[in-house]
């Protein structure tokens, strides 16, 4: 095997990255996560001698381009709830039409690049109540912001859940307004 097809072969690059001959080196070029930019060039380290070396600075970060604006846009969103209430409240509707079109644009751009992209949505509450009211209470928020954000359009093998109750608050909780702030649905973007 030749010393450029055997580095090509073995930084194995995602779809959405194109390796290129240019004189005596290999040159990256695309889009691609932090993790394989790393393991790829620790495999470049390794190659043995002769092998070419690889240029991997035309390769666009994906969590510090687009996808990444897009990822903390989409985090930085977070739906609100009453006390005890499962559902978010009408005052939600513009912000959950809001994370149903980011969602759609990173649904959308990871398909164009050939990625993989989920969104955990985190269901939250106070440290009031017991335990098992709060598990239980904090999934059924999620849930109910996985369903207003299918009937926006959003498939839902986009979205997972998870229950956090009381147990990830953003506010100390030494006044009823910021025992608010943690009843809430928040957004993670993960994308492999």
């Not at 390769?59 to 381009?65: H, I």
């Amino acid at each position: 095997m030749r010393p450029a097809k055997a580095s090509a072969t073995a930084i194995k690059p995602p779809p959405t990255v194109s390796l290129t001959l240019q004189g005596d080196r290999i040159v990256a070029l695309g889009s691609a996560s932090e993790a394989w930019l790393r393991r790829a060039r620790a495999t470049t380290e390794s190659l043995p001698a002769g092998a070419p070396p690889v240029d991997f600075t035309a390769v666009e970060d994906l969590d510090t381009g687009m996808m990444g604006q897009l990822r903390a846009a989409i985090q930085s969103n977070q739906i609100l709830f009453d006390n005890n209430s499962p559902a978010p409240s009408q005052e939600n509707n513009q912000a959950l039409d809001k994370v149903a079109s980011e969602i759609h644009d990173l649904a959308t751009l990871a398909s164009s690049l050939g990625v993989a992209a989920r969104v955990m949505l985190t269901g939250h509450t106070d440290s009031k109540g017991s335990e098992i009211f709060n598990l239980s209470i904090s999934q059924a928020r999620a849930e109910s912001v996985r369903a207003s954000l299918k009937k926006r359009g959003v498939d839902p093998s986009l979205l997972a859940v998870r229950a956090a109750g009381p147990y990830e608050p953003v506010q100390n909780e030494d006044t009823d307004a910021a025992r608010s702030r943690n009843r809430r649905v928040t957004f993670t973007v993960e994308i492999d």
